[in-house]
T-cell receptor, first 107, second 119 residues
């Protein structure tokens, strides 16, 4: 089983749609959780950290479920510019990335 | 925010050449930097953890004699791919973490990446 697993997608959604991604992790000792965004052939950029209480940043909401060992990312009112690959990352003694979920927002 | 600079961004060279990639933290000191490799449509794979003033820690399956890491200062780590071959062609990305509080809770900030193509 992979340490961090994501649905690769692609998720094809119209502008304005709400879309959610999940990410599961296998190491129950994981301490920190992040969502990164990666555009084609570019480096990952931090989107947001994920806290136990859940956190929101504009149109983006991240949640953590330690009991079920998954994190989620919700994007509301999708924009064309949201099209990218979304990577979840989980940290215990090192940062481990999922393979990413592709999002395509279309007009 | 924390800025990490990586150079060069693109390298094309012949098989057998050694290639050096630099990773700099521009506005903060990084006692630890990380080197990742990413193949197309695959996740980032941690290759090694670069520690300032000491030897790097390599992940299982990564040849330390093939991928030489030097972290000579608090703002610079280098990765040298020695005698590169076509199978070494990949996207190499470094990252660094601002040292503050519990290290594992601090997000990593990535360089722009280096796309290496070995002919």
């Amino acid at each position: 089983r992979k340490e961090v697993e994501q649905d690769p997608g692609p998720f094809n959604v119209p502008e304005g749609a709400t879309v959610a991604f999940n990410c599961t992790y296998s190491n129950s000792a994981s301490q920190s959780f992040f969502w990164y965004r990666q555009d084609c052939r570019k480096e990952p950029k931090l989107l947001m950290s994920v806290y136990s209480s859940g956190n929101e940043d504009g149109r983006f909401t991240a949640q953590l479920n330690r009991a079920s060992q998954y994190i989620s990312l919700l994007i509301r009112d999708s924009k064309l510019s949201d099209s990218a690959t979304y990577l979840c990352a989980v940290s215990y003694n090192k940062l481990v990335f999922g393979a990413g979920t592709i999002l395509r927002v279309k007009s | 925010g924390a800025v990490v600079s990586q150079h060069p961004s693109r390298v094309i060279c012949k098989s057998g050449t050694s290639v050096k990639i630099e990773c700099r933290s521009l506005d903060f000191q990084a006692t630890t930097m990380f080197w990742y490799r990413q193949f197309p449509k695959k996740s980032l794979m941690l290759m090694a953890t670069s520690n300032e003033g000491s030897k790097a820690t390599y992940e299982q399956g990564v040849e330390k004699d093939k991928f030489l890491i030097n972290h000579a200062s608090l703002t610079l780590s280098t990765l040298t791919v020695t005698s590169a071959h076509p199978e070494d062609s990949s996207f190499y990305i470094c990252s660094a973490r601002v040292v503050s509080g519990q290290e594992s809770s601090q997000p990593q900030h990535f360089g722009d990446g280096t796309r290496l193509s070995i002919l």
